[in-house]
């Protein structure tokens, strides 16, 4: 038996599937499964998602219907970036209770191979990472999860809660990369991560900070996020080898000790590669192709560091204070909010670099009764 709130709305959720259509639908668990209390395992709480931000694998996962060997091949409800209210708890469950706000962790671990034992978890070998096909998604009014990846936020608010998930991956990254006070860093991609990255940077004391771009618009946001930021506009024709030329110029003749790859585009890792100093480190945040090419030589002759990252692990309480205590400010870069009934709408606003939008956010009502 559980212990519930009384909800009112039936569960709805945003599907794509190998045809690339995107549609809003009614979903599990089931509003009856709810009110009954009934459904969750040991363990488990039902949250009620308020605030839900679109990721560009999310967009991907849409219209491409894979990343790599992830590979939509049904019905599947896309989103990660969520933050809601406990609508029910198991029995069992400790460290949360109904009414709390929190945001999602969404991943559910084995807790039994060597990355979950070492405390790498980000590499479990049997990860079920929410979005990611072929496990559903956060973007639902309710869903059922371990209230182990539930992490209380208090009084911030749920849209702050959501963007938790990408200030993850930045901190991963940050942590791993190893930027530290007065670093001369470089960041390639102005979009919702790069910015991200660029905040903390900042927070970090990186100076100079370079970031790159193809997209003007991204690049005079950049700016206003971070007025000291050093922006540059990637332009077409241009070799990364040139490209390094003006931004080291940039970056008043310092190569970079660290570069942060936020794209995951084949050039731009080039760019970051022959960017850094003797010495320096390529740290690539950003997905790419299944296979592209590097120059070698230039990391052989350099002793240039090339790391990857693949999502993140133990950032979450870390998150939470750096955005409590205003070091991190995420809300500016929400530029579009929708309700999750016009989730079509939102996904073609994220995925139209017309828009202007940075990061979008679907919002839904859970009509709770107390």
């Not at 949250?47 to 992830?70: E, L, N, Q, Y």
């Not at 708890?89 to 060597?114: L, W, Y």
């Not at 209230?147 to 911030?156: E, P």
Request: proline share 5%.
């Amino acid at each position: 038996m559980s212990t519930t709130e009384t909800v009112t709305k039936s569960n709805i959720g945003v599907f794509t599937n190998p045809a690339h259509e995107l549609w809003v639908a009614e979903s599990q668990p089931s509003l009856e499964t709810i009110q009954n209390g009934e459904g969750l395992k040991e363990g488990e709480v039902t949250i009620g998602i308020k605030s839900t931000g679109i990721c560009g694998s999310d967009v991907h996962f849409w219209r491409a219907g894979r990343i790599g060997p992830m590979i939509v091949e049904d019905a599947h409800i896309l989103g990660h970036e969520s933050a809601g209210i406990i609508l029910a708890a198991h029995p069992s469950v400790t460290n949360v209770k109904v009414g709390d706000r929190v945001a999602v962790e969404p991943n559910v671990i084995c807790n039994a191979c060597e990355p979950c034992l070492t405390g790498r978890y980000n590499g479990c070998l049997n990860m079920r990472f929410l979005s990611t096909p072929p496990v559903d998604g956060l973007l639902r009014r309710y869903v059922n999860h371990p209230a182990v990846w539930c992490h209380k936020i208090g009084d911030m608010t749920y849209e702050n809660g959501a963007l938790l998930e990408p200030l993850s991956v930045a901190l991963a990254g940050m942590e791993r990369s190893g930027v530290r006070l007065g670093d001369p860093v470089l960041i390639c991609g102005a979009g919702p991560i790069g910015l991200i990255t660029l905040l903390c940077c900042a927070a970090a004391g990186a100076e100079p900070i370079v970031i790159t771009d193809i997209d003007e618009g991204r690049l005079k946001f950049a700016k206003e996020l971070c007025p000291r930021a050093r922006v540059y506009k990637v332009e077409r024709g241009v070799t990364p080898e040139q490209a390094s030329t003006d931004i080291v110029r940039l970056g008043g003749d310092k190569q970079a000790s660290v570069a942060l790859e936020c794209t995951g585009v084949e050039s731009s890792v080039a760019t970051a590669i022959w960017s850094v100093r003797f010495g320096g480190r390529v740290f690539v945040i950003g997905v790419g192709k299944p296979d592209m090419s590097i120059p070698f030589m230039r990391l052989s002759t350099q002793e240039v560091d090339l790391q990857f990252q693949y999502r993140y692990c133990n950032t979450w309480p870390r998150a939470i204070r750096l955005v409590e205590s205003g070091v991190i400010d995420l809300a500016r870069l929400v530029t579009h909010r929708f309700d999750i009934e016009d989730a079509v709408k939102a996904f073609e606003t994220a995925g139209d670099p017309k828009t202007g939008a940075i990061k979008v956010v679907i919002q839904s009502e859970v009509d709770t009764r107390a």
